[in-house]
């Protein structure tokens, strides 16, 4: 039976797990939690078995959906990694998302016999792991006069085989005064990037603008829980149902240099 308190694939932040065993019940609620996942190639079992079954397997044998059922929690994303835009180091194999119904629900899990026996798994099958709690914040004031897409009107429209992609953004602010408040910087890019992104996700979606509208302000943004002493990390978790085409366009326009007011 793994050790859950002593995880190999990371180190705990006991002062954050701390904070959320012991948040008091009137102001104790919903916590999500963002997993990033990098897999071993063979799943390593700490109590020496035998294995056969690769990293990623074995995180699919660990799959604690019925443990989160019992105690009102449920997994409100998970996807394998297409590709890493920015950043190389690690490279991410998976991410997910549990949504728990309080912080100290999250933590009692820890201590269930139940999710111990498929935590095994878990640790077998990761090499690293980053996990963060995060609260909703606002998303990004919508940009005035935006209006869809005419697919008529564009190059390479979206075709049969075109899917949709989530686009994930995990951001440390470089100052320790940004932590809490998001920078005049990042708020500026948010608008410029939602002024070039929004009238796709609008056509994308089917919907009218008013619709589409209240679609992504219930996708929202996540603040993450602090892992670090000098900032906080924060995650940005936003569907954008776009074409292979359009996301191509989209990526040219985002690394231009763009107007920041």
């Not at 694939?9 to 797990?17: F, I, P, T």
């Not at 603008?209 to 996540?222: E, F, L, N, Q, Y």
Request: charged share 25%; hydrophobic share 35%.
């Amino acid at each position: 039976m793994s050790d859950t308190r002593s995880p190999r694939y990371g180190q705990v932040n006991r002062e954050y797990g701390m904070k959320l065993a012991t948040t008091p019940p009137d102001e104790d609620g919903p916590v999500w939690m963002v997993n990033l996942m990098k897999y071993k190639e063979v799943a390593d079992y700490a109590d020496g078995r035998p294995s056969n079954v690769s990293g990623r397997e074995a995180d699919d044998i660990y799959a604690p959906v019925d443990v989160l059922g019992d105690i009102g929690a449920q997994i409100v994303f998970v996807a394998d990694v297409d590709q890493q835009l920015l950043g190389d180091s690690p490279t991410w194999d998976r991410v997910a998302i549990a949504k728990y119904p309080t912080r100290r629900a999250f933590i009692e899990m820890q201590s269930r016999p139940d999710f111990k026996d498929k935590h095994a798994h878990k640790d077998a099958g990761m090499e690293f792991t980053i996990v963060c709690g995060c609260l909703p914040i606002a998303s990004p004031t919508m940009p005035a006069g935006v209006a869809e897409v005419d697919w008529a009107d564009v190059a390479h429209p979206p075709t049969a085989e075109d899917g949709p992609v989530v686009v994930l953004h995990v951001l440390r602010f470089d100052a320790e005064s940004a932590s809490h408040v998001t920078p005049d910087e990042m708020a500026a890019y948010q608008s410029a990037a939602a002024a070039v992104a929004v009238p796709l996700v609008f056509a994308s979606m089917g919907g009218s603008p008013s619709k589409a509208r209240s679609s992504a302000t219930g996708a929202g943004g996540i603040r993450c829980g602090s892992t670090s002493s000098r900032a906080r990390r924060r995650s940005w978790q936003s569907p954008r149902t776009r074409p292979v085409s359009q996301r191509r366009r989209l990526i040219a326009k985002w690394l231009s240099p763009t107007p920041t007011r």
